[in-house]
């Protein structure tokens, strides 16, 4: 794995800001997690982008390390801007640092993630489509937040992701998705 470069001030700049378009379009504008607005208004979302062109788990965990320390920090996204990699080998890379911390869940969100290309579109098969960030990302929630949500919980978030995708349209989706990774594309392209 590689040092860590100086992160280029512009770089970082764009990342968070496409991130956050993804967060507020997509997450909170189609609203698929019902606790995202009120996390983001709120300040519990911490962002950090990391600027190796090769995933490095530690820097992640000393991430997680700051996040536990802050009471209120429920959610941390984990950005990788220079990283290009495969879907699985991304998915790889959110298991070790789930192992690393466990305090800390780790969710993999990936560009390259689409819906299902045959067969309906379910709530489970939803859930990758709806994880396709403008960049490779680790979204770390705290495990304590998590406890009491799985079960129907998780199973009526899923159901209700489902129902508003399909009445909304999953071109509609797909559509911003690829807008806002275009705009990320552009926007690294003038960097």
């Given at each position: 794995?590689?040092?860590?470069?100086?992160?280029?001030?512009?770089?970082?700049?764009?990342?968070?800001?496409?991130?956050?378009?993804?967060?507020?379009?997509?997450v909170i504008g189609w609203g698929l997690c019902p606790w995202a607005a009120r996390a983001w208004n709120d300040g519990q979302v911490t962002q950090r982008v990391f600027t190796d062109a090769e995933p490095d788990a530690a820097p992640v965990a000393a991430f997680i390390d700051e996040l536990g320390a802050k009471p209120d920090a429920a959610i941390g996204l984990a950005i990788f801007p220079r990283v290009a990699?495969?879907?699985?080998?991304?998915?790889?890379?959110?298991?070790?640092?789930?192992?690393?911390?466990?305090?800390?869940?780790?969710?993999?969100?990936?560009?390259?993630?689409?819906p299902p290309a045959d067969g309906?579109?379910?709530?489970?098969?939803?859930?990758?489509?709806?994880?396709?960030?403008?960049?490779?990302?680790?979204?770390?929630?705290r495990a304590s937040l998590l406890a009491n949500l799985r079960g129907p919980v998780s199973d009526d978030v899923g159901r209700a992701n489902h129902a508003t995708v399909a009445a909304r349209g999953p071109a509609a989706l797909d559509a911003l998705l690829t807008a806002i990774r275009r705009d990320r594309d552009d926007a690294y392209s003038r960097l």
């Open positions: 794995m590689s040092a860590a470069a100086p992160a280029p001030a512009a770089l970082v700049a764009e990342a968070l800001r496409v991130n956050a378009r993804y967060v507020e379009e997509v990699c495969t879907v699985g080998a991304w998915e790889r890379f959110a298991e070790r640092v789930r192992r690393a911390r466990r305090e800390f869940l780790a969710a993999a969100f990936h560009p390259e993630y689409a309906p579109l379910d709530a489970v098969r939803l859930v990758p489509f709806i994880r396709r960030t403008p960049d490779p990302t680790l979204q770390l929630v």
